[in-house]
């Protein structure tokens, strides 16, 4: 007789449990969650323009902002294009040197490496002003395997903890896309358990998103080879991503067996908040070196924007918020002009290799 009681009540809660389930059936799901999580750098790239936010990024390679943590000197903090970095405990400080370096001459770390006699694991926190709506990076250790989470605005009950996924040797990219917005973003790394076990980590290349500016084309006017043999295409196979290639041959001997392209744009405007480039090259063989440089109209000179590898892949390459950027707006017309540069790093190629440019775009803000 029990059994038969207790039969009835549960199929009484089932039936109940039902009709609440069909009573709210058509009911829209509700968005518990605002975050995209993203372990592809250009996935992530393009889902930030996609939702109409701007890019920025960071590389660490402007002596003006970062000078004053080149290792073996540290800073308290660093403010660099309206972020301020720092470590994420009160005795360690921020630096960069050539170990953590992806592209460029330098990236970023904490020294000390947490505070693990405190129980506080390797990282760092950045700061905005402004509020943002993604952020991303690449990071590796030197203490293989290591764990990375994102604490957004201090919250640590919602850590992003990319599944789990361990960090290794080499760069691996991270990002997350919060559309509530955030002002502070803290990178840790969780595998950690001081002071018994260390992990240390290290970054470079870091992406973010703010709300959309009014970000306008710049034109590309002219291009020449200074340096290796035009083998096909031109100015209009340069203009948009389409696979649609011009290709330069490098001299089949020589030191490096430079290719160098000069692209001419024209601004809209002489006077700029923000210079951005984008290109997407590839080249025929490995071990090539690219190098990306911007003219100096106040000093006649070549800037440098970022050294980077060039792979057999067509890979789209983001120089964001070039530093002081109307020095490299010409004061008199707007002119713009870039030098892309492709080199050869390890054996001599007999036969040269070829560089293959498939879009340079330039935009500016007022």
Known sequence: ????????????????????????ADQPAQTINTRLIFTDETEFLNTIASLGYTSHHEGFEDDNAWGIARSPITAPGV????????????NSQVTTGSGPVRTGLWGFYTL????????INDGWIITSAETLFAFGGWIKTNTPPANLALILDGDEGNPVDFDGGQLWAQHQFFGVIDTDGFTQVEFRETEATPPNELKYIFGDDFFWATAADDLQNAPLLAWNIATGT?????LAALQVSDDDYAYVLSAPSGSRQIVTAVVAAQSPLTTVSALNLKLE?????????????????DNGSWYTLSYFPITITDTPQYFLDAPDPNRFV???????????ISLG???????GYTLRLDQIEATVAP
Request: proline share 6%.
């Open 1 to 24: 007789m029990k059994k038969a009681i207790h039969a009835t009540i549960l199929l009484s809660l089932l039936f109940l449990f039902l009709l609440a389930a069909a009573a709210h």
């Open 281 to 297: 090259a590839a080249v025929s063989s490995g071990n090539i070196f690219g190098v990306v440089r911007l003219r100096n109209f």
């Open 79 to 90: 403010t660099s294009l309206g972020l301020t970095w720092t470590a994420n405990n009160v």
């Open 230 to 234: 035009p083998q096909g295409g031109g």
């Open 345 to 351: 790093y390890g054996p001599i190629f007999p036969n």
């Open 112 to 119: 000390p490496h947490g505070d693990p006699y405190n129980g």
């Open 330 to 340: 010409r004061d008199s017309d707007g002119l713009v002009m870039a030098q892309i």
